[in-house]
């Protein structure tokens, strides 16, 4: 089945530098790749997503690049800020429904003010 | 609306005890998930289902059941509750096919 593993797992920063979480996949067959973030004691919530026929996608502060020949994508945070501190967790699934998603182990961000 | 609501929030078992854990949606969504959380494993599919009456396994059902009677209610049971089973369960549900997964507030569960 497939395995995400995700680097690093925790990472602290000054408030407005950027942040990089990478996660790698070993099945060349998933095509949907999301991010979550969840904030202390509370429920995951999806940030941003990408799927495989594109490379890279922004939301404002936050961007996510996929590279499906190296079968690894990124989640990239500019300008962070303190509300940014939470666990992020990327995933992959064959298929753009979302079921069967499996989850990297997470990304522990704080960003200090 | 109330998204996904699970109950109870909090439960401590003694090691052999059974019990369930309730999966409410009203977004009339057709998937439902179990996942449990522990630290530095992220997120693991216990069972799914693709719609009323449904089920199926994820990647760690072993010691777990679930049932699908309702559209909006998705039930996991643990018959014989081990220390293992220590963790924070939640549910999600979602669309089949948009992607993002609705989550629950979790339930944490402590078996003795």
């Known amino acids: 089945g497939e395995n995400v593993e995700q680097h690093p797992s925790t990472l602290s920063v000054q408030e407005g530098d950027s942040a990089v979480i990478k996660c790698t996949y070993s099945d060349s067959a998933s095509n949907y790749f999301p991010w979550y973030k969840q904030e202390l004691g509370k429920r995951p919530q999806l940030i941003i997503d990408i799927r495989s026929n594109v490379g890279e996608k922004k939301d404002q502060r936050i961007a996510v690049t996929l590279n499906k020949t190296a079968k690894h994508f990124s989640l990239h945070i500019t300008e962070t800020q303190p509300e940014d501190s939470a666990v992020y967790f990327c995933?992959?699934?064959?298929?753009?429904?979302?079921?069967?998603?499996?989850f990297g182990g997470g990304t522990r961000l704080m960003v200090k003010p | 609306n109330a998204g996904v609501t699970q109950t109870p929030k909090f439960r401590v078992l003694k090691t052999g005890q059974s019990m369930t854990l309730l999966c409410a949606q009203d977004?009339?969504?057709?998937?439902m998930y179990w996942y449990r959380q522990d630290p530095g494993m992220g997120l693991r599919l216990i069972h799914y289902?693709?719609?009323?009456?449904?089920?199926a396994k994820g990647e760690v059902p072993d010691g777990y059941n679930v049932s699908r009677l309702k559209k909006q209610n998705f039930l996991l049971g643990l018959e014989s509750a081990a220390p293992s089973q220590t963790s924070v369960y939640f549910c999600?549900?979602?669309?089949?096919?948009?992607?993002?997964?609705?989550f629950g507030e979790g339930s944490r569960l402590t078996v003795l």
């Open positions: 977004m009339n969504h057709e998937y």
């Open positions: 289902s693709v719609g009323e009456g449904t089920t």
């Open positions: 995933a992959a699934s064959h298929n753009n429904a979302g079921n069967m998603l499996t």
């Open positions: 999600a549900s979602s669309y089949p096919n948009t992607g993002e997964l609705f």
